[in-house]
């Protein structure tokens, strides 16, 4: 699930602490490597929810070929998964996940977890903890909409009274392995310290990163733009 970058504004911490443009920039990075990481994926179908609805041209222009497009729909975050996870399982799929744009470094092996959980029916719901209370992944087996009722999102409650409901609703859980999401200037920092342990990943962030933070690395930072031709996904 994603903002399309440069339609609305994302990052709002990070725009404080560097500037809009840099924190549309970020995020662009964050979206596109996330989008390569899980196209890698195996018996997996690809999706990329995107929102503003009227972005669509910008959103296909983003994303690799297999993906599929969806707008979401909803008054609120909760509305928005609750939507497309169900609309998902209604197509067909033996279950459903969503995960957010904020973790460009997330261990694909996590979302493999999820969908071999889901997918032996060992579990209702998964869900991966966030750092910060909430979560960086959900999947489903089927509707679930009362899971995603009265949470106050972008709280440090969210993932507590999502597994409040889920025991409520006599749902089987399955949490992941702890991950934590890119809001403020610190986490960028931890994500420029986990980079610098994994080189193999998020190729697209790591440039962002050198270009924010000139010292980062011991290479000179390389020029970073939303026109050039390396930050575009591979097809």
Same mark, same amino acid.
């Given at each position: 699930?994603?903002?399309?970058?440069?339609?609305?504004?994302?990052?709002?911490?990070?725009?404080?602490?560097?500037? +809009?443009?840099? =924190?549309? !920039?970020?995020?662009?990075?964050? !979206?596109?490597?996330?989008?390569? =990481?899980?196209?890698?994926?195996?018996?997996?179908? +690809?999706?990329?929810?995107?929102? +503003? =609805?009227?972005?669509?041209?910008?959103?296909?222009?983003?994303?690799?070929?297999?993906?599929?497009?969806? +707008?979401?729909?909803?008054?609120?975050?909760?509305e928005r998964m609750s939507n497309l996870l169900a609309g998902l399982c209604a197509d067909g799929h033996p279950a459903a996940i969503a995960i957010g744009s904020d973790s460009p470094t997330l261990p694909m092996a996590y979302v493999r977890e999820a969908a071999d959980v889901l997918g032996r029916g060992a579990a209702d719901v998964v869900l991966g903890p966030s750092e910060d209370g909430g979560y960086y992944l959900v999947g489903l087996r089927r509707r679930q909409a009362a899971l995603f009722d009265g949470i106050p999102w972008s709280t440090d409650r969210v993932l507590e009274l999502t597994l409040e409901k889920a025991r409520r609703l006599g749902l089987r859980t399955h949490l992941l392995p702890e991950w934590f999401d890119v809001d403020t200037e610190g986490d960028l920092s931890r994500l420029a310290d986990d980079l610098a342990m994994r080189p193999d990943v998020a190729r697209r962030t790591r440039r962002c990163l050198q270009s924010i933070y000139v010292d980062w690395a011991p290479d000179p930072p390389l020029p970073l733009s939303p026109g050039h031709e390396s930050d575009q996904p591979a097809h």
């Open positions: 699930m994603a903002k399309v970058p440069g339609l609305v504004p994302v990052k709002s911490r990070l725009a404080r602490a560097f500037t +809009p443009e840099i =924190a549309t !920039l970020a995020y662009r990075c964050f !979206l596109l490597d996330i989008l390569d =990481a899980v196209a890698s994926l195996e018996e997996v179908e +690809p999706v990329l929810a995107f929102t +503003p =609805a009227h972005g669509q041209s910008v959103a296909a222009a983003l994303a690799p070929a297999a993906f599929r497009l969806i +707008p979401q729909e909803g008054r609120d975050l909760g």
